[in-house]
């Protein structure tokens, strides 16, 4: 059974910073992308950053310069660096892995999420 599991979340003043990680478990299947997602309070989830199985990134504008997205494929883990942090991160992070079998059919597993708020 596939397990995707975040780490990481925490309160945090305006300009700190926070690391969240994720590892994916339990499958024999490739990994192709891991990504980061948010769901503010009352908003849509909406996609942070990606990476692909070759370190291909994309962040999102919102984000950009401030986060940082890598990958250890061997552990099948995949970090998120968070800086100078801003109130308006504050959101459930949930890390998503995209998997294919050898028939190539993708899968997507998530993890529960991880509450990041930033204070004021």
């Known amino acids: 059974q596939v397990q995707v599991v975040e780490s990481g979340g925490g309160l945090v003043q305006a300009g700190g910073s926070l690391r969240l990680s994720c590892v994916a478990s339990?499958?024999?299947?490739?990994?192709?992308?891991m990504d980061w997602y948010r769901q503010p309070p009352g908003k849509q989830r909406e996609l942070v950053a990606t990476?692909?199985?070759?370190?291909?990134?994309y962040y999102v504008d919102s984000v950009k310069g401030r986060f940082s997205i890598s990958r250890d494929n061997a552990k099948n883990t995949v970090d998120l660096q968070m800086n100078s942090l801003k109130p308006e991160d504050t959101a459930v992070y949930y890390c998503?892995?995209?998997?294919?079998?050898?028939?190539?059919?993708?899968?997507?597993?998530w993890g529960q999420g991880t509450q990041v708020t930033v204070s004021s």
């Open positions: 990476i692909s199985s070759g370190g291909s990134t």
């Open positions: 339990g499958s024999t299947f490739s990994i192709k992308s």
């Open positions: 998503r892995a995209e998997m294919a079998d050898v028939r190539s059919i993708t899968y997507q597993f």
